[in-house]
Each structure stands twice: as C-alpha cells, then as structure tokens.
C-alpha cells in the first residue's frame, strides 16, 4: 500500500466514526485529498469489510458503530449476548429469512475469540435462553419473504397480489418496499402502492404472488418509519385521526402493562389499591380491542363511548357462543 494511504485510511475512519455525517467534499478537505481519492478510500473499506453507510436524506457517508473493533477486544457481556440472542434466533421460527446466517455468523466470531473467553462464552449460554414467539413453518413463503426483503434492500419495485378482509379474489398492486418491519409476530412490507398511491403496509404472510420488477425506485428522503406508524397501534393503520383513550386495569396486571411501552403516546396513572389508569393516542381503535380484552376482567375502557361499546359488543358475541 502507498506509503501515507495507512494514517489516511485511519483518519477517514475516525472521521466517519465521529456520529457526524461528511460529504465527500468534507472529507477531501479532512483529509487533504481530491474526492476522486476520498471515493477510492471508500471503496478500499469497502472490499476490506468495513461497511460505510451513505445517509440520502443528509447527503454524506458515516459509521455508526465501531466497525473495525478486532473480535478479540469484545467483553465477556458482548460476546454472551451476540452468541445467545443468534442461537435462540435460529432455533425459533419467527419467519426472519436470514436468522441462519446470524448463527453461522456468531459462530464464526465465537471460533476467532481467545480460547478462554471462547469457552467463558458457551459454558455461560448453556444457562440462558431466549423464547421467541414461534410461526407455523406451514404458513411461511420463503419465496415472498427473499423477494420483499430483496425488492426493500436493491431499491426495486416488486409487483405483488395479496388476501384483504372482505374481498373474495386477491388483489394486486405494484409496491415500492421502503422498509421492512417486524411487528406483532409477523412481517410487513411498507411502501408506496401503486393502486393507493399512498404508503401503505402489507402483511407478507398475506402475499400469495410476488415478483421483483427491474423498475427502481427512490426512498424519499422525508420517508420515517416512525413518522408513518405515527400513533397507530398497528402497522395497517386505521384513518390516522388519534383518539384518546382511558383503560383502568387491575392491580393483578398493573406491574406488566406498566412495564412495557406499548405505545410511544402512553401514559399510566397510578390509582389506590394498586390499580393504573392507562391514557395514550391510536389511530383506530379497532386495533386495540383484541389487546384490551387479553386481559379479561382486569381492564376496563374508561373512554371513550364507542371504545366501551365495542368492547361490549366482542364481550356480548363470545358469551353468545358459550352460551349455547
């Protein structure tokens, strides 16, 4: 390698590993090269497996994470949890296409460590599991699911006929995967549809056909997840006019409904006795009925009044089927 380049190389990553985002021509200016230098540095990580990510929204390069941290600098605690949370991923079916490749890949960083943190690692992972909510194999499409995920991370749009509620024959739209989410025990493809022309997301289990077009597409920058999913408690969201909702529960589930951020608009009360008032902003409150009756008799809708009556009504429909 040219004499120089190494410390360049080196100061390049420092740069990207900053947590701020350079162009190339902040970087040229850092590193006191042309940008037709920068561009043949990047391309040098690249091939040396140092990833550099470019952020379209900010129109720069950067690292995110400490990209070159040599296997054998890990901690006791890193090593344990990268080893078990890949293992258990692989044993459990949860549909995730490329949970084997997460083994095989812990398993390799596991053979490079020192033989005695090696052995500290697998005799620690014998005593801790993980359980992931598993998924009928039956039911999983391995063809949709590579397809989506392929379509998602090349950019390209992907033409797809899909299962809706209420309609008898699928329907088929062309999609532009922007992101794929994992939510609810299930896949999502989320992205702009062709005959929505809105962004819209869609169960992958739902997919009976699928096929990667070579059409592109261009994720626009103003695209958030965070943005889409907004106050909705589902990915398939309901009108997007949030309604506030009061749900009191009992003492005997307050702990776990506490515990847990099921909502980023949430907010938990405490009450006398141990009990919670629950207040927090969804899209459709459809998509909170299944949750509030999981807990049975331990939770009451407070507000609003179609909120109640809904619930009343699921309530009324399952005591007429154990009726008879």
Request: glycine share 4%; net charge positive.
């Amino acid at each position: 390698m040219v004499a120089g380049r190494i410390p360049r190389l080196l100061k390049l990553i420092a740069l990207l590993q900053s947590g701020r985002v350079y162009n190339s021509a902040q970087l040229a200016s850092e590193c006191e090269v042309s940008r037709r230098t920068v561009f043949r540095d990047l391309k040098t990580l690249h091939e040396s497996g140092i990833y550099v990510l470019y952020d379209e929204e900010k129109q720069g390069y950067s690292l995110p994470w400490k990209t070159i941290l040599p296997f054998k600098d890990l901690t006791f605690e890193e090593a344990l949890a990268l080893f078990v949370l890949c293992q258990d991923l692989d044993q459990t079916t949860v549909g995730l296409p490329f949970d084997q490749f997460a083994r095989s890949a812990s398993t390799k960083v596991l053979n490079r460590l020192p033989d005695s943190l090696r052995e500290s690692v697998i005799d620690a992972a014998q005593t801790i599991s993980v359980w992931c909510t598993p998924i009928n194999p039956e039911v999983l499409s391995a063809t949709h699911h590579k397809n989506l995920f392929q379509a998602a991370i090349s950019k390209k749009n992907v033409r797809i006929q899909y299962t809706s509620a209420g309609t008898a024959k699928p329907q088929s739209t062309m999609l532009s995967p922007y992101h794929i989410l994992y939510a609810n025990r299930q896949w999502y493809a989320v992205g702009r549809s062709s005959v929505d022309r809105g962004i819209k997301a869609f169960p992958i289990l739902k997919i009976v056909k699928s096929e990667v077009l070579d059409e592109s597409f261009k994720r626009p920058s103003r695209f958030k997840l965070d943005r889409y999913l907004s106050n909705s408690w589902d990915p398939i969201r309901g009108s997007g006019k949030a309604v506030p909702v009061k749900i009191r529960f009992q003492s005997s589930v307050a702990q776990m409904v506490s515990q847990i951020s099921w909502n980023p608009t949430q907010q938990i009360r405490k009450l006398k006795g141990g009990m919670i008032e629950f207040r927090a902003r969804v899209d459709d409150l459809e998509q909170i009925v299944n949750w509030t009756l999981s807990f049975g008799d331990q939770a009451e809708v407070i507000s609003p009044r179609a909120f109640r009556d809904l619930i009343q009504q699921r309530a009324s429909d399952i005591a007429q089927i154990y009726s008879n």
